[in-house]
């Protein structure tokens, strides 16, 4: 399996600034996901990350709002930009570990916008 | 595209006893189905999975069954503990994109 790091762990942001969040993996990985989970609620998929190619946002979600970068294959940065309070979440990445299928995910980072 | 439903929301059960939490899915082409332990202030964690070429999967006191008939799947927790207590997910994804569609979660809770 992979193990996976998040920066921040939780952050206090002001509403109109920006955050952005390091996943970091053990093991190269192909593809990396980025999924947003508020409070009580499932996990919603924000994009897919593969290296070398631009981000493939879901419905509902776009590149200006979560911008999304993949420099290499064990590390992406997912930003929050122009936050308001509805951008208050757990944000998460995850790896799909070698082709099985098989996701794993970071600890999350909990952003609360005030 | 893929519907997840998962039921119960909430689970509360008696260490010891048994736990069930039950998924129906939509698509008949899902054919991989991951279920995910999730504590408070963690991130989700794999717990089991099963493929839909196999009908039951046990690891230790945890069991996963599959119907791709009825397109319906099951946890199946024994001899409960404490620590058990987490909200689980499952999830149904098809071969390929291997990109999952989760279930709402069921929070289980285990008194001693």
């Known amino acids: 399996s992979a193990v996976i790091s998040q920066k921040p762990s939780r952050d206090i942001c002001q509403r109109g600034t920006s955050l952005t969040i390091q996943c970091q993996v053990d093991s190269q990985v192909t593809m990396m996901f980025w999924y947003r989970q508020q409070p009580g609620q499932s996990l919603t998929l924000i994009a897919t990350?593969?290296?070398?190619?631009?981000?493939?946002?879901e419905s509902g979600f776009v590149i200006d709002k979560f911008p999304i970068s993949r420099p290499n294959l064990t590390f992406s940065t997912l930003t929050v930009s122009n936050l308001s309070p509805e951008d208050s979440s757990i944000y998460l990445c995850?790896?799909?570990?070698?082709?099985?299928?098989?996701?794993?995910f970071g600890p999350g980072t909990r952003l609360t916008v005030t | 595209g893929e519907n997840v439903e998962q039921h119960p929301s909430t689970l509360s059960v008696q260490e010891g006893d048994s736990a069930v939490i039950k998924c129906t899915y939509s698509d008949s082409a899902s054919n991989y189905f991951p279920w995910y332990k999730q504590e408070l202030g963690k991130g989700p964690q794999l717990i089991i999975d099963i493929r839909s070429n196999v009908g039951e999967k046990k690891d230790q006191r945890i069991a996963v069954t599959l119907n791709k008939t009825a397109k319906h799947f099951s946890l199946h927790i024994t001899e409960t503990q404490p620590e058990d207590s987490a909200v689980y997910f499952c999830a149904g994804s098809s071969g390929g994109s291997y990109i999952p569609t989760f279930g709402r979660g069921t929070s289980l809770i285990v008194h001693p």
């Open positions: 990350a593969n290296q070398g190619s631009e981000a493939t946002y």
């Open positions: 995850s790896v799909e570990w070698q082709g099985v299928g098989e996701q794993y």
